[in-house]
């Protein structure tokens, strides 16, 4: 393809965004115009417990107020589209659309957006120090950052694809987890375990709230995994009761992850034992796979995955025999070590089964497609 000829993929994706731009920078026209009333100057950042609105603020009111409808509407919806995707990706991407996806990302992107507004103009509150502008600057500058973001999210929303949704729970789960560790009230929550960070006053909406949004950001991923594997067995390749047990399995990881959020340890017996249970099945379901996957799905991935899986097991289970008998390891290190684990396994997963469906013969997809969604 000619380098200086931009592909049909980021020609539409440009195109939506530049008309998502307009309308964008005039709600940020509007919203300032109206909550800045009647004030001379404007200052451009000031600390959230003052009662004085400031540019950072109003901005960042955009951007839960922008990012959030753009993503509901737009998501994916040119992801089919993607250069980096074969011809058979991109017939099974047509589709993969669903609510449960399209909220949870719309929420995660709001919330990174925002917190990367807050940090902006923080930054240049301290740098520019009772610095301010006037009114009608303000709302300029309002509308410019709110049509800028207008275009950047409708830009990357639509075209998101498999890989932008593993890198958005990366940057999800970290932001979320690291703010919650600065909020933190209890300094020395490391001794005790990453969950207690949900029981803290200081950071527990903020761990719980990230917790749940990772699982359902998750299951959105495992959706997509599902989705590959139900086309396998509608051609004949994956056994049915391998398909819904893997089905079953992934979306019981997901929803405990959600539920280690939605029941914090330590708020009460009852919140504390569902807690444990959610996790206890996570656990349990992933390293069912890790080391029965060749029995689960027999024939379908080849030997070296069978050995990663085998030794990712492996990992898991030394680490909980190093932190329930030997006491070697304190919580939050077996937490840190079944996390990456489990990560690093279901991404790896996901790719040998891309690997498998690149193999198969084109025509049989697109039947096995059709017949899914008659059933539909």
């Keep these: 393809m000619d380098a200086a000829q931009p592909s049909m993929f980021r020609s539409v994706c440009l195109r939506y965004a530049m008309l998502a731009a307009p309308p964008a920078a005039l709600v940020g026209l ?11 100057n404007v200052a451009w950042f000031t600390a959230p417990q003052t009662a004085e ?22 998501y994916r919806l040119y992801s089919h589209l993607r250069d980096d995707l074969t011809n058979i990706e991109k017939v099974i991407e047509r589709g993969r659309q669903d609510w449960i996806g399209r909220l949870a ?83 020395e929550w490391w001794r005790d375990s990453v969950s207690i960070l949900g029981y803290d006053p200081g950071s527990g909406m903020v761990f719980n709230v990230t917790v749940i949004l990772v699982g359902l950001l998750a299951l959105t991923f495992a959706r997509d995994l599902i989705d590959d594997l139900e086309v396998l067995h509608k051609m004949g390749h994956f056994p049915l009761n391998s398909f819904r047990l893997i089905r079953v399995g992934l979306t019981l990881i997901c929803l405990g992850i959600v539920g280690i959020g939605v029941f914090p340890t330590r708020v009460t017996a009852i919140s504390t034992f569902l807690h444990h249970l959610f996790a206890h099945i996570m656990i349990i379901m992933f390293m069912l796979g890790m080391f ?16 990663f899986s085998r030794i990712c097991g492996a990992i898991c289970a030394v680490s909980l025999v190093a932190y329930y008998i030997l006491g070697i390891i304190n919580f939050v ?38 017949g899914i969604r008659r059933a539909l």
């Design 30 to 40: 509007i919203v300032p115009l109206f909550l800045l009333n009647g004030l001379d």
């Design 333 to 370: 290190a077996l937490e840190l070590i079944l996390f990456i684990t489990f990560g690093t396994w279901i991404y790896v997963f996901n790719r040998y089964t891309k690997n498998y469906i690149q193999r198969q013969n084109p025509q049989e997809i697109r039947q096995a497609l059709l």
């Design 53 to 74: 609105l400031s540019v950072g603020a109003v901005c960042i009111l955009l951007s839960i107020v922008i990012a959030f409808p753009i993503c509901v509407i737009a």
């Design 105 to 187: 990302v719309s929420f995660a992107v709001m919330f990174l957006v925002a917190v990367a507004c807050a940090l902006t103009f923080w930054l240049i509150g301290n740098a520019f120090t009772n610095a301010r502008i006037t009114y009608l600057a303000a709302a300029l500058v309002c509308a410019a950052y709110a049509g800028a973001l207008g275009f950047g999210v409708a830009y990357y929303i639509a075209g998101l694809g498999e890989r932008n949704l593993l890198g958005l729970v990366g940057a999800f789960a970290g932001v979320g987890l690291f703010i919650s560790f600065l909020v933190a009230q209890d300094d």
């Design 292 to 307: 029965a996957l060749d029995r689960i799905a027999p024939n379908i991935y080849p030997a070296s995955f069978i050995r």
